[in-house]
């Protein structure tokens, strides 16, 4: 799969863009501060995820502007994508169109046009919250199985009003019928997410091991809050259900005094180890970056593998932050997608061949090598 060409108004800084890429490789130059990732943004919306970068969207409708418009054309049957956004008495306003069909909500395009995204900010998926870790796997449990968005807005949802109800001292027949609904949901996210750990593990151990020539090694735990997740294989899942209700109801308690839940995937934590010992506590800064590159590039390989479809990457600033031969690895693993990456100077793909340049100046995108 790769993007043919899309066209941009009005988003962050770009006034106006049409660009037709390059099905290989688009490296997109120039200072800081000048549009680049705005440029790499716009192409992930219509992935339909979040932005990258984790902003809202009215901060990306351009200052002199009230809306935004993004449209992409791929490759594959369902090939045509416009998504705009328009801001109307403060209010905002989301229109999505796929193949002339129109959508309430960017989610409908998850899983049709894959794309992963690495950026300098992904080194804190090592050192940063738990939350961010989380999100890491769910965003690829979104990519391969839409229906797993569904589960993760109705639990949040649930979460949410669960933590209304504790807050105002509820009655507490009324909270465990929420804990009932958190237990149903709760259950499906977390053997999701243990499942999608072990089909990636692999992949993850592979390239951290190349990439550290065998001197280190590296192993991601999943650390579950709501049950054992020993007896996942043994118990069924109406079981594994039944012990994460018990388990918030032997614990109301401490629920009802802290006034938040405390059990559930929403608590839970991805473990990852270098040579044994804690990454977040322990791990060199080298070999942080080895395994948040490790981690990106078994997501993308492991996307690719399972939808039998080459997700589009993009790589934003990043080779900036590695040594050669860490730039080299990226460039070696990534030679069969459709790669969109920025950074100050173009000097590291002079060799490479089929690829596309260009140039970003306040906004403004000139295509200055084909």
């Known amino acids: 799969m790769y993007l043919k060409n899309i066209k941009v108004k009005g988003f962050r800084n770009i006034n106006n863009a049409n660009l037709s890429f390059n099905k290989n490789v688009n490296v997109i130059v120039g200072e800081n501060a000048q549009g680049k990732t705005n440029l790499l943004e716009s192409i992930f919306l219509l992935s339909g995820s979040r932005s990258f970068r984790g902003s809202k969207e009215k901060e990306m409708i351009k200052e002199t502007e009230k809306s935004f418009y993004i449209e992409g054309n791929f490759d594959e049957p369902e090939k045509q994508v416009k998504y705009a956004s328009l801001l109307e008495n403060g209010k905002l306003i989301k229109k999505v169109i796929k193949n002339d069909k129109a959508y309430k909500s960017s989610r409908t395009l998850v899983g049709h046009f894959p794309m992963t995204a690495f950026s300098p900010d992904d080194l804190l998926l090592i050192k940063g919250s738990p939350s961010l870790r989380r999100d890491f796997l769910d965003s690829i449990l979104c990519s391969l199985f839409p229906s797993y968005l569904s589960n993760i807005n109705h639990y949040e949802k649930i979460v949410m009003h669960k933590n209304k109800l504790l807050k105002e001292e509820a009655d507490e027949k ?35 091991n190349e990439m550290a020539n065998g001197r280190d090694s590296i192993d991601i735990f999943y650390e579950c809050s709501s049950f054992d997740i020993k007896e996942v294989g043994i118990k069924s899942t109406n079981e594994l259900c039944e012990d994460y209700l018990n388990k918030m109801l032997e614990n109301k308690d401490k629920e009802n005094f802290s006034k938040q839940c405390l059990y559930g995937p929403h608590r839970d934590e991805l473990k990852i180890f270098i040579n044994g010992k804690e990454a977040k506590s322990f791990a060199s800064q080298g070999q942080i970056r080895s395994a948040v590159i490790s981690l990106i590039l078994a997501k ?26 860490r730039q080299k690895f990226i460039l070696d693993k990534i030679k069969d997608f459709q790669v969109f990456i920025s950074c100050c100077q173009k000097d590291i793909f002079e060799n490479r061949k089929n690829k596309s340049v260009f140039e970003v100046k306040n906004g403004e995108i000139l295509k200055i090598e084909e």
Do not use: C, H
């Open 174 to 208: 009324i909270v465990e019928v929420y804990s009932m609904q958190m237990a149903k949901y709760g259950t499906s996210i977390t053997l999701s997410r243990l499942e999608l750990i072990e089909k990636i593990k692999p992949y993850i151990k592979k390239f951290f």
């Open 300 to 325: 993308t390989e492991l996307i690719k593998n399972i939808l039998n479809k080459a997700p589009i990457v993009i790589l934003d600033d990043v080779m900036s932050e590695l040594d050669s031969t």
